[in-house]
């Protein structure tokens, strides 16, 4: 019995598909990664081009009208003090916030990665991830209530007698406020919140591949705890560090939501690039803006991969 | 990044379409209800009793006319603006800072007023107001209006503060305390409108005329009194409830706001009222237009007709705290408003409030003004402390 017998007995059209798929295995991988494929190159890749192209437009000072000629008038206008101001208070509260959650988030995802076992790691996995559960806005507008200047934190301050040490913080320029509520210091807290999960999980994950036997050979080699934690804990964790700092980095570079309902009500990029795209019809300003992003994340990538950072996600 | 392709899209397709509905005619004859009408609103403008059964002006249209009334809510005048750009609504409730848009974007259609029996029942204040009455046509049906009133803390201030400088200049409260992080002031770039309203009153060799309409001096002085403003607010308002709960939580004293918020605070026993200043106020005018596709134009004429003659007005003006198009619907009984209603929605201080539009270049008091988007990236920078 030859091979073309066993192959013509087989009839019908879904049959002989299935047939040419077997004998030419690369047009069965082409047709399975062809959709998303285009969705990336369509759907992704040709909106951040279109955002692109705008950018290199200009809108007509007097009229308002959008000019459709190429230009760099308005990445210079980034750089006007009150538009630069936001790049930089977007920038330094990405970073307040990143290493906020590393030094928050290392020693709690160490106690899980180390000591939590059985029932203590479910809480663990269950106390991290519950936030994530509920909506983002109801955690939001919940803080708003904590930090009210008639919240319970103030309250708390009130009655250990420590309202003073409160203003006296809340006096300080630029990190103050009128109250908690309004100040940055209330925004980078809230930030903190939402977005540390994305930190301890990755950090755990990088330090339960730190095998064990390392740090009690640290030990028995004579290094204190703190030598140990800087030689051989910290560089082995670092790519898992890098991996939650790009999302939590990310996350606040991008967030429009958090500094409108929290905070003083200056400006992030999010919600500069809301603005003028929204209300002000002003669209290559807007662009110019939301490439900033993509350039420093750009460069943030850049230098995590070098890191190793992609190991530990 | 999504809402800027899409925005794109939008603007794209609308200078495409504007260029082929520029030759429109208006309807002559209601013909048979086409089963169905689609509406874009500002949330709160169409009930059908299901955020309160006593607030209902929907389901006795649909039984009447056979009409389904779809409803599409838009949180900003550029959301609004946006979705008729895209297409598929029949009509939309605009405030005077898209609706104009809308007429030069060539996306609403005229209105022929004899089609509507109700029309000689519309304030004649409004009649041919600016926002949607031009070049001698009718563009759209006079729905709700009301002013950005100035609400203040009964406890603070025995009695109702007379000007506007409580929130714009430093100084000490009735209680004795400053205002200095007691006052709010709205998140959007149109509050320069207010700013210049207060200048208006108080310096007049500045010669402005209307606050949407502010050459280079006036602007710059404008932008001035609000950099001495934001040293006195913590936080802008933007989202009405977050200011209801600030007045609430966050000691707030003092700011301009909504009759929406105030209804609501006082309903919550909060003590707070609201007045308007000797410098007068602005405030908002909605008005009812009709798509320049229409899919469904009888059901949207039956729909406008209705929006003037039935319980609407009325009930309407009570549920948001704002004015009716009607004068009679606070006064013949046909839904819950009375003249007391009206009276505290600012129904008799229609000539002392200057009413939202989109300020533009060309502008008929002085020649060239301050168009809107430099209004958006100025007020950027005064909330940055720029």
Not at chain 2, 133 to 158: Q, R
């Amino acid at each position: 019995m030859s091979d073309s017998a066993l192959i013509n007995r087989r009839g019908g059209a879904l049959a002989q598909l299935s047939d040419t798929l077997w004998r030419r295995p690369g047009l069965l991988i082409f047709l399975l990664i062809l959709p998303p494929a285009l969705w990336l190159g369509i759907i992704y890749l040709g909106s951040l081009f279109a955002l692109l192209a705008q950018s290199f437009f200009s809108i007509d000072e007097f009229t308002g009208i959008i000019q459709y000629e190429f230009t760099l008038k308005t990445y210079a206008e980034l750089f006007r003090p009150s538009n630069f101001d936001i790049i930089i208070r977007t920038v330094v509260m990405a970073a307040a916030v990143t290493i906020g959650a590393a030094v928050i988030g290392f020693p709690v995802a160490y106690y899980a990665a180390r000591y939590a076992r059985g029932k203590w790691k479910a809480i663990f996995y269950l106390g991290v991830m519950m936030p994530l559960w509920s909506s983002y806005l109801v955690k939001v507008y919940s803080w708003k209530l904590i930090l009210a200047k008639e919240g319970i934190l103030n309250w708390l301050f009130e009655t250990l007698h420590l309202g003073g040490l409160l203003n006296a913080y809340l006096a300080i320029p630029v990190i103050g406020g009128n109250s908690l509520s309004v100040s940055a210091t209330g925004t980078f807290l809230v930030f903190l919140y939402v977005w540390i999960p994305f930190m301890i999980l990755p950090i755990q994950a990088s330090l339960e591949r730190v095998p064990h036997t390392m740090i009690e050979a640290s030990g028995d080699l004579g290094a204190r705890p703190a030598q140990t934690f800087r030689h051989v804990l910290l560089p082995l964790a670092l790519p898992g560090v890098i991996a939650g700092s790009i999302f939590t980095f990310s996350l606040t570079l991008g967030d429009y939501i958090i500094p409108q309902i929290v905070g003083s009500s200056r400006r992030f990029i999010g919600q500069a690039v809301y603005a003028y795209q929204g209300t002000a019809g002003n669209i290559p300003l807007a662009a110019a803006f939301a490439v900033v992003p993509i350039l420093l994340m750009a460069v943030y990538l850049w230098v995590a991969k070098r890191q190793g950072a992609f190991d530990a996600l | 990044m999504k809402t800027i392709l899409k925005s794109g899209t939008a603007l794209l397709l609308g200078l495409t379409v504007a260029g082929q509905t520029a030759a429109q005619t208006m309807i002559t004859e209601i013909g048979e209800g086409e089963g169905q009408v689609n509406i874009v609103a500002w949330p709160g403008y169409l009930e059908r009793g299901e955020t309160d059964a006593a607030f209902d002006w929907i389901t006795g249209f649909e039984e009447k006319t056979g009409c389904k009334v779809n409803i599409k809510s838009a949180n900003t005048s550029d959301e609004m603006v946006a979705l008729m750009n895209e297409g598929g609504f029949d009509l939309v409730t605009a405030s005077g800072d898209a609706s104009l848009r809308m007429v030069a974007g060539k996306r609403v259609q005229p209105i022929n007023v004899d089609l509507i029996p109700s029309w000689s029942t519309v304030d004649e204040r409004l009649k041919e107001a600016p926002w949607h009455y031009v070049d001698g046509t009718h563009y759209g049906v006079p729905y709700m209006w009301g002013p950005n009133v100035l609400m203040y803390s009964t406890d603070v201030f025995p009695e109702a503060p007379k000007s506007w400088d409580v929130v714009f200049t430093a100084m000490d409260f009735p209680d004795g305390k400053p205002n200095q992080g007691r006052v709010q002031a709205y998140d959007g770039p149109i509050h320069i409108a207010d700013a210049a309203n207060y200048l208006m009153f108080h310096q007049p060799e500045l010669g402005i005329t209307s606050p949407y309409e502010l050459n280079e001096d006036q602007y710059a002085a404008a932008l001035d009194l609000l950099r001495g403003q934001r040293k006195l607010v913590s936080r802008y308002w933007h989202d009405a409830f977050i200011q209801i709960d600030d007045f609430k939580n966050e000691g707030m004293a003092a700011s301009g706001t909504w009759p929406f918020q105030v209804n609501l605070l006082q309903g919550d026993k909060t003590p707070v009222a609201s007045t308007i200043p000797e410098e007068g106020a602005t405030g908002w005018a909605d008005s009812t237009m009709m798509h320049a596709d229409a899919e469904n134009p009888n059901c949207s004429y039956m729909w406008m007709e209705h929006s003037l003659a039935s319980n609407l007005q009325s009930d309407l003006s009570v549920w948001f705290g704002a004015n009716p198009a009607v004068p009679a619907a606070c006064t013949d009984g046909r839904g819950m408003q009375t003249a007391e209603g009206c009276t505290t929605n600012g129904m008799d201080d229609f000539d002392r409030i200057k009413f939202w539009t989109t300020p533009v270049s060309s502008c008929e008091s002085q020649g060239t003004c301050v168009p809107y988007y430099r209004w958006v990236s100025d007020y950027i920078g005064v909330i940055g402390g720029r």
